[in-house]
Nanobody
Framework: QVQLVESGGGLVQAGGSLRLSCAAS????????MGWFRQAPGKEREFVAR????????YYADSVRGRFTISRDNAKNTVYLQMNSLKLEDTAVYYC?????????????????WGQGTQVTVSS
């Protein structure tokens, strides 16, 4: 069992930045590929980014590439999402997720453990 707790969400103006954190506990953090997903009101959950076990490789959705950066600190059992140049359409609840797969891709079903989510609201 892996417990995930997100933090760092909030209200920010368009063009601003936020840094989300996700603290993991329960199992060996470095055994898991970590991902960030988001869900806006009335929309389906969508993939944002993922990072491999060592932190050496990261993948992004086209909508956030160049603006968001995912990273991890295995010594601190934490994964981060640095969000820059935020847009109104980035408003959503952001979830971190953990997968035992080496390459879980962008499919939420391949991630077994999920956090409770943190709200990010971008205002004009």
């Amino acid at each position: 069992q892996v417990q995930l707790v997100e933090s760092g969400g909030g209200l920010v103006q368009a063009g601003g930045s936020l840094r989300l954190s996700c603290a993991a506990s329960g199992r060996t953090f470095s055994d898991y590929t970590m991902g960030w997903f988001r869900q806006a009101p009335g929309k389906e959950r969508e993939f944002v980014a993922r990072i491999n076990r060592s932190g050496g490789s990261a993948y992004y959705a086209d909508s956030v590439r160049g603006r968001f950066t995912i990273s991890r600190d295995n010594a601190k059992n934490t994964v981060y999402l640095q969000m820059n140049s935020l847009k109104l359409e980035d408003t959503a609840v952001y979830y971190c997720a953990a997968s035992r797969y080496v390459s879980p891709g962008s499919t939420g079903g391949n991630y077994r453990y999920w956090g409770q989510g943190t709200q990010v609201t971008v205002s004009s």
